[in-house]
């Protein structure tokens, strides 16, 4: 089955770029699509499409594919950005179609 | 205004059979292109996808429970229907319903989200 391997932890200081990885396997193949949760809340979605915003949600968030990883870059972070970031795919071969990523837990300092 | 509601029981005991319902609203289910996928976390855990269904009836399911799966829909009743067989502790967590988008065949995304339902399996 198809795994993405996110790292555990991003800290990043107010202001500054959160860059937060996302590895696969030639997953520049594929479109990745990122979701935000909060503590006690349901996933938001933030990306999709590498690097397309719903509406609604800032600028500030954007996303990169290339070859085996995809990144999710939150640039000028605030307080409020800090949650747990899931990277997702969907591969139809997979016994997993569905494949979300380990989860990272974005902290700002 | 797309929303989902999932409910069902908050407590099962271990062996039971789980039936999970999510109500939709701001969107039809025999609308072409439309689809609802269960997903479930664990306490402290990632994200696990589980199932989908379509407008068109076509099903999926996560190969290592589908054994255990069943999802169906009640379009007149906007309704997505989960059942889980032979629940056990380990199946403690919070089941999410999420509408599935997408801009590409088989480029799906989960673009709204139910609020979810924690499910613990205790005797």
């Known amino acids: 089955s198809y795994v993405l391997t996110q790292p555990p932890s991003v800290s990043v200081a107010p202001g500054q770029t959160a860059r937060i990885t996302c590895g696969g396997n030639n997953i520049g193949s594929k479109s990745v699509h990122w979701y935000q949760q909060k503590p006690g809340q349901a996933p938001v979605l933030v990306v999709y499409d590498d690097s397309d915003r719903p509406s609604g949600i800032p600028e500030r968030f954007s996303g990169s594919n290339s070859g085996n990883t995809a990144t999710l870059t939150i640039s000028r972070v605030e307080a409020g950005d800090e949650a747990d970031y899931y990277c997702q795919v969907w591969d139809s071969s997979s016994d997993h179609p569905g494949v979300f990523g380990g989860g990272t837990k974005l902290t700002v300092l | 205004q797309v929303t989902l509601k999932e409910s069902g029981p908050v407590l099962v005991k271990p062996t039971e059979t789980l039936t999970l319902t999510c109500t939709v609203s701001?969107?039809?289910?025999?609308?072409?292109?439309?689809?609802v996928s269960w997903i479930r976390q664990p306490p402290g855990k990632a994200l696990e996808w589980l199932a989908h269904i379509f407008s068109n009836d076509e099903k999926s399911y996560s190969t290592s429970l589908k054994s255990r799966l069943t999802i169906s829909k009640d379009t007149s009743k906007s309704q997505v229907v989960l059942t889980m067989t032979n629940m056990d502790p380990v199946d403690t967590a919070t089941y999410y319903c999420?509408?599935?988008?997408?801009?590409?065949?088989?480029?799906?995304?989960?673009?709204?989200w139910g609020q979810g339902t924690l499910v613990t399996v205790s005797s």
């Open positions: 999420a509408r599935i988008s997408w801009t590409d065949i088989e480029k799906y995304y989960f673009d709204y």
């Open positions: 701001g969107f039809s289910l025999s609308n072409a292109r439309m689809g």
